[in-house]
């Protein structure tokens, strides 16, 4: 007869459930407030979707903007706030937001070994919006030596190896300029040299780059500076039951490759897992696109978020936000064919707003402004989707296109084509027709268009779509070859010569937006609105603040961040206004 085996029990302070920017920014800082800390991560790495991710957080008025010299009330980012998030809008928590995010950078640059540079020359998403800026809203994680980790390197979940060069991470801005450059200018190539050499005599040392940047540098330096304050880091260690007393939450019950344990919690545990971009099930409630099955909702998040945390919050009397306009922060996708039968799923967030490409649907119709947010970009192609098709698109260009920005996860010149059109992925044709047809397009239409958006291209109007026309359309763009070629606009160029080129895209997202419903402290709430005793949600485990609403680059990583910082005071019984982290 088989026998009941009691679990194995430990106490802690502060029982962690993920391993993302959520939940390891709350255990840095309860750490640094004294908390006996454990992190329990789920997957055999930790870093989740953060370690993919690029790294950015919309912070207005950050300690980097502000020393140089960009100084901004907090009534400006606030009525961008308002005006983007509508109906949506609750003043009270982005306040909170915007006093509270510059002094969680400022916490994370002077106590721990996160570092940050500057975003500020990048715009918010809606250009034309009130309060909209030009820059000085934006930090990213700064790169990072990951030498500093020791053994547990091997531990940290490497960037998504399609966004990156033979699983090399490239840093966004200057230095993707340089390697996008490379064949052009001597100075971009001996950066490019020193980067790819290094990233060789790291893998030979120790089987991993090393030089950690975006995402990927965001979590070596969390996971560091926990550790460093005694945090216990573990993976392969998935959640799943909460433990309470009464009505208070006190730990969870956790599988470990030796058992089941219970973990108890004096102060609290903080769900922190990502949100529910691979649970099909809560896709098909949340997610109209993705169909009956929730399937047709191709994610880029880690696959590790199966809305665990949604369930956990649940379980304890929590509820989940289902009235959001979008309940996830959706961009276009690609499936990549890997060599082991795998299939990634590739976010197009850098190249649509190049200049020589186009996005058409299956009439060869273009449906949206190309260079607007991946956000924006993927809602429009919802909207123009008649109902009985399922929405998908091709991102096309000529062949000079291809070979100097690349094209989804293949890379520009001098890297070769051939494996992505032997596998698939890429459509190649002579012309224009031959493209059509190889990806069931309407062969009329698609000509049709690629001559008015020829003849555009070179007038600088984009009349159909305003391709151009806002800060952040432009610096998507390329200015320099835009002006190079005499052309006046920096996302528009003709599509000339053959061949020509397509990959096709589908809707996915980088995250969730739907969460547990919490208060300003990341206290999850209960349906009468009372917080749940000991029980905090944090990144995408939150309802964003954003309100199903994606006003610019970093929403998510900077309040996961935030709010993550203030759950924390929370638990330890610190106020967050007169924090002793400050000093
Ligand atoms: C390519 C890409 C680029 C992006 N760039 C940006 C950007 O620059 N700025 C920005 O703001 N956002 C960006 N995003 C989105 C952003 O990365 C995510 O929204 C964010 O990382 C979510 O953080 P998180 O802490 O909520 O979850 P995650 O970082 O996904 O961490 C959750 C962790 O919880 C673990 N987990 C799940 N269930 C359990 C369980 N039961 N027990 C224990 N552990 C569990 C998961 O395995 C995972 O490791 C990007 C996303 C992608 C895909």
Same mark, same amino acid.
């Given at each position: 007869m088989a026998t009941a085996v009691t679990p194995v029990s430990e106490v802690c302070d502060l029982l962690v459930i993920g391993s993302g920017a959520g939940g390891l920014s709350a255990a840095v800082t309860a750490a640094h407030l004294g908390l006996e800390v454990v992190v329990v991560e789920k997957e055999a790495q930790f870093g989740g979707t953060t370690a993919w991710s690029g790294g950015w957080m919309w912070v207005p008025r950050n300690p980097l903007a502000a020393e140089a010299g960009i100084k901004e009330d907090l009534n400006a980012p606030l009525t961008y706030l308002r005006h983007e998030l509508g109906a949506q809008f609750d003043e009270a928590r982005a306040r909170t937001y915007l006093e509270h995010a510059p002094r969680m950078v400022d916490f994370f640059r002077r106590r721990t070994a996160l570092q940050f540079i500057d975003g500020n020359a990048i715009p918010d998403f809606h250009g034309n919006t009130p309060g909209a800026t030009l820059g000085g809203r934006s930090v990213c994680a700064a790169p990072f030596d990951a030498r500093a980790l020791g053994r547990r390197v091997h531990d940290l979940k490497p960037p998504l190896h399609e966004t990156t060069l033979w699983g090399m991470g490239i840093a966004a801005g200057a230095e993707l300029k340089h390697f996008l450059n490379a064949l052009h200018r001597p100075a971009s190539l001996a950066h490019v040299c020193k980067w790819v050499a290094r990233y060789w005599i790291d893998l030979a040392i120790h089987r991993r780059g090393m030089r950690l940047v975006n995402g990927n540098a965001l979590v070596g330096a969390l996971a560091h500076s926990a550790l460093e304050q005694g945090v216990d880091i573990r993976v392969q260690h998935p959640a799943l039951q909460l433990l309470r007393d009464g009505n208070r939450v006190t730990g969870a019950v956790v599988a470990s490759p030796q058992g089941r344990l219970q973990i108890q919690a004096r102060c609290g545990v903080v769900l922190a897992t990502g949100g529910f971009p691979h649970d099909a099930t809560r896709k098909q409630q949340l997610l109209p696109h993705a169909g009956a099955t929730g399937l047709e909702h191709w994610s880029a998040a880690g696959w590790g978020n199966t809305g665990d945390g949604l369930r956990l919050g649940e379980s304890a009397g929590g509820t989940v936000a289902t009235d959001l306009p979008q309940a996830a922060a959706l961009a276009p996708v690609s499936l990549v064919p890997r060599a082991d039968g795998s299939v990634a799923h590739f976010p197009?967030?850098?190249?649509? @707003?190049? =200049?020589g490409l186009i996005a058409v649907n299956r009439q060869g119709r273009r449906f949206t402004n190309e260079a607007n947010s991946y956000h924006d970009f993927t809602q429009d192609l919802l909207k123009t989707t008649p109902a009985a098709e399922s929405p998908t698109a091709w991102l096309l260009c000529d062949h000079a296109f291809i070979r100097c920005y690349g094209l989804g996860a293949v890379k520009p010149a001098p890297l070769p084509l051939r494996r992505w059109l032997a596998n698939g992925y890429l459509q190649r044709g002579n012309t224009l027709a031959e493209l059509a047809q190889a990806c069931s397009i309407d062969p009329a239409g698609l000509q049709a268009t690629v001559a008015r958006y020829n003849a555009q291209a070179a007038t600088g109007q984009d009349a159909d779509f305003a391709k151009g026309e806002t800060p952040y359309n432009r610096m998507q763009g390329d200015a320099a070859r835009a002006q190079a070629a005499g052309l006046p606009n920096p996302c528009m160029a003709p599509l000339q010569s053959g061949p020509f080129y397509a990959i096709k895209v589908v809707v996915g997202s980088l995250g969730t937006f739907a969460g547990l419903k919490v208060n300003p402290h990341a206290q999850v709430l209960n349906p009468q609105g009372q917080p749940i005793a000991g029980l905090y949600a944090v990144g995408n485990d939150m309802t964003s603040m954003m309100g199903g609403n994606y =006003?610019? @680059?970093g929403i998510t990583l900077g309040p996961a961040m935030t709010f993550a910082y203030l759950a924390a005071h929370h638990a330890a019984g610190v106020d967050a206004g007169a924090s002793p982290l400050r000093n």
């Open positions: 197009h967030l850098i190249e649509r @707003g190049k =200049p =006003p610019s @680059g």
